[in-house]
């Protein structure tokens, strides 16, 4: 078992290398590249698999030349048959493979829902354990230039109700070579989210393999008037926000969940038993969502430090719109986070 | 008829539709007790599929099956001891009573799980047999399946990806006729199961369910396609539930289905229609076949007394297993 041989980053802290001198900055594109291929390496039990992933786009870039490495036996690509191959991938995953099972768009994962739901995530419970779904499902939220509705949706609250199953948004490169590493390397189902406008952002990304676990947030801020508890690209949004509070006299501490399931419930609730203030900025829908979620753990557990109540930044309730000048309204900013951080003062 | 196989085969194929038999008959005097509190869909009248497949198969190939999945289970080598704990609920239960009649798993004996939702364990099969064409350790991939899952997108996705690589998974479609109370012809058009096969580019073969011979035949060629790397066969082996879709009681009298009709497979009894041509080609004798009887349901009565003495799981080990 190759995997317990690598380092697990579970301090918490936003790159182990991130200050170090003479370091590799490398983007989120291609931490994510490095990892599949490191994984590849590895482990002959990994494949890849997914709808055109060996084409010369590569999914953004992120599978671009690995199947000239690895070969089609290893980085294949897939029939337009969303739920019959993530079955097969279940399948050869309950053998004893390792498969990643790529998907352009998160939009695609609703056509997959039976065999992710039912069979996924149910697999060893329903064997007592006997038998472990090694399953890593990536998918990519689209974003801008009239994706609309079926191309840009943030699904990530679908599959984190599901026992069974966990559910990943890295924002850095740092943290999608890790977490990626970190599902490939765990025995159970992960969905890993990522976000189409995070691929060129570039930071300092060990060149060695690494696993970040689920479950294991980071503050990206520290602050102390206001928690900003933000995922995936709504991590920008919320940095921005806190470099204009700080001009304007007000402390944001910037929390990224990393892995929306399972939540890092003791950060998140250290952050805002600090802060005294929340606001939750997730990239999807708020009903039922993530930002619920978050909310309701800030009321379970950390209610009697509130001074405020909690504010929660999400998508309007309705499909993203094509035109410009409706995205433009649809997708919220740091300009909101900020405004609702000073109504909270 | 049966002279081109071995004794100790024919044997072994009569066994294991006896075992199946008797096994689900112990089932249906023991379920009124209300302590298999779980829903058991049986196969009393289908045994010979499950017998004349599973013969074929190695210790270490794979088989993946449904709801209806006890016949599968044993006839590929899985313990009545574990099987009957797991209707139990109790902890040494094959799936350590977490999965119930519908979720029976033995992946030392090459049963990786068994799904209730109809045609899902198609592609999964599929993937197992990607999986062992990748590891090249010569197994071999099979999918238990019923009429209905051939109405679902599950079936033709498994099929077309299985026929596009070659994959050595067979695929065995048991029509017994109805999905549920709904029958067969008020949910596809006239066309034989099998015949899908050729749109997916590959053999497909039909024929009596009942008649353990020709499913061993028909499945014979299909492990030896796939083994060879011919890839997948569709097989398509029609016979009749004895009981209701779910429990151990009769739906004929509720109206779900003609009692004519349900008459006229009772008078073609896999098991009985085997017995009788092993008898009268003295491959067996009536007393071979009572001995076996008496052999096996001693088997059961211990396998049951097991499971009821064995212990339920504790209720602080909800949470294991979920990851």
């Given at each position: ?145 009239g994706s609309a509705a079926q191309h840009s949706q943030s699904l990530q609250a679908l599959f984190a109700h599901i026992p069974g199953l966990r559910v990943l948004m890295p924002a850095s490169p740092y943290d999608a070579k890790g977490l990626l590493l970190g599902s490939i390397a765990s025995d159970s189902p992960t ?155 | ?72 289970c044993i006839a590929k080598g899985m313990g009545l001891r574990p099987l009957a704990a797991e209707l139990y609920g109790r902890s040494n239960g094959c799936s350590r009573g977490r999965g119930g009649s519908m979720h029976l798993a033995d992946p030392e004996n090459g049963i990786p799980g068994t799904t209730a939702i ?206």
């Amino acid at each position: 078992m190759p995997w317990t041989k690598i380092q697990a980053d579970d301090s918490r802290r936003p790159g182990i290398f991130s200050s170090g001198q003479g370091v590799r900055e490398i983007s989120y594109r291609d931490a994510i590249r490095e990892a599949l291929g490191q994984a590849l390496d590895m482990d002959p039990d990994v494949f890849l698999i997914g709808e055109g992933i060996d084409d010369p786009g590569g999914v953004f870039g992120t599978t671009r030349g690995l199947s000239e490495v690895y070969g089609a036996e290893r980085v294949m690509d897939s029939p337009i048959a969303e739920n019959g191959m993530t079955g097969v991938a279940i399948g050869a995953a309950v053998t004893g493979m390792r498969p990643v099972l790529i998907h352009m768009r998160v939009d695609f994962l609703p056509l997959s829902m039976d065999q992710i739901i039912n069979h996924a995530a149910k697999w060893s419970y329903m064997t007592g354990g006997r038998v472990k779904v090694p399953l890593t499902i990536r998918a990519i939220i689209g974003r801008g230039w009239g994706s609309a509705a079926q191309h840009s949706q943030s699904l990530q609250a679908l599959f984190a109700h599901i026992p069974g199953l966990r559910v990943l948004m890295p924002a850095s490169p740092y943290d999608a070579k890790g977490l990626l590493l970190g599902s490939i390397a765990s025995d159970s189902p992960t969905v890993v989210i990522e976000h189409r406008w995070l691929y060129d952002q570039k930071e300092a990304v060990p060149e060695e393999a690494y696993i970040i676990h689920a479950g294991r947030g980071t503050i990206r801020r520290e602050g102390t008037d206001v928690s900003i508890v933000a995922s995936s690209y709504m991590v920008y949004e919320a940095l921005r926000a806190a470099s204009e509070l700080e001009k304007r006299g007000m402390s944001a501490e910037v929390v990224d969940l990393r892995s929306v399931f399972p939540l890092d419930e003791e950060l998140i609730v250290s952050s805002v038993r600090k802060t005294g203030r929340l606001i939750i900025a997730d990239t999807g829908w708020r009903s039922c969502g993530i930002s619920a979620e978050v909310a309701a753990l800030a009321a379970e557990k950390a209610l009697d430090s509130l001074k405020a109540p909690v504010k929660r930044i999400c998508l309007p309730p309705a499909p993203t719109p094509a035109s410009p000048a409706l995205e433009q309204a649809y997708y919220p900013t740091f300009q909101q986070i900020v405004a609702t951080a000073r109504e909270m003062q | 008829m049966t002279g081109r196989i071995n004794k100790e085969t024919l044997t072994a194929l009569f066994r294991t539709m006896l075992r199946i038999r008797l096994f689900e008959d112990r089932v249906v005097s023991l379920y009124p007790d209300q302590e298999m509190k779980c829903p058991v869909h049986l196969c009393i009248g289908q045994e010979a599929i499950a017998a004349g497949v599973c013969i074929h198969l190695r210790k270490e190939d794979y088989i993946f099956s449904t709801h209806r999945s006890h016949g599968h289970c044993i006839a590929k080598g899985m313990g009545l001891r574990p099987l009957a704990a797991e209707l139990y609920g109790r902890s040494n239960g094959c799936s350590r009573g977490r999965g119930g009649s519908m979720h029976l798993a033995d992946p030392e004996n090459g049963i990786p799980g068994t799904t209730a939702i109809v045609g899902g364990c198609i592609p999964i099969a599929v993937g197992a047999a990607l999986s062992a064409r990748m590891k090249k350790n010569g197994r071999i991939a099979v999918a238990f399946f019923g009429d209905g899952a051939a109405e679902e997108g599950t079936f033709h996705e498994g099929l077309n990806y299985a026929s596009l690589r070659k994959l050595p998974v067979i695929f065995v479609c048991e029509n017994n006729f109805y999905a549920t109370n709904s029958p067969l012809k008020a949910r596809q058009p006239e066309v034989n199961i099998a015949d899908k096969a050729a749109g997916h580019g590959m053999p497909g073969v039909w024929g009596d369910g009942n008649d353990v011979m020709f499913v061993h035949d028909a499945c014979k060629e299909a492990v030896e396609r796939a083994r060879a790397g011919g890839g997948p066969t569709l097989l398509e082996f029609r016979t009749y539930r004895w009981k209701g879709h779910v429990g151990p009681d009769s739906d004929i009298e509720t109206g779900c289905r003609p009692a004519a009709e349900y008459e006229e497979w009772v008078r073609r009894c896999p098991v009985e229609m085997f017995g009788k041509r092993l008898m009268k080609e003295a491959v067996l004798s009536q007393g071979d076949i009572d001995r076996l009887t008496v052999s096996i349901g001693a088997e059961i009565d211990d396998a049951m007394e097991f499971a009821r003495r064995s212990p339920f799981p504790q209720q602080s080990e909800m949470l294991d297993h979920v990851y």
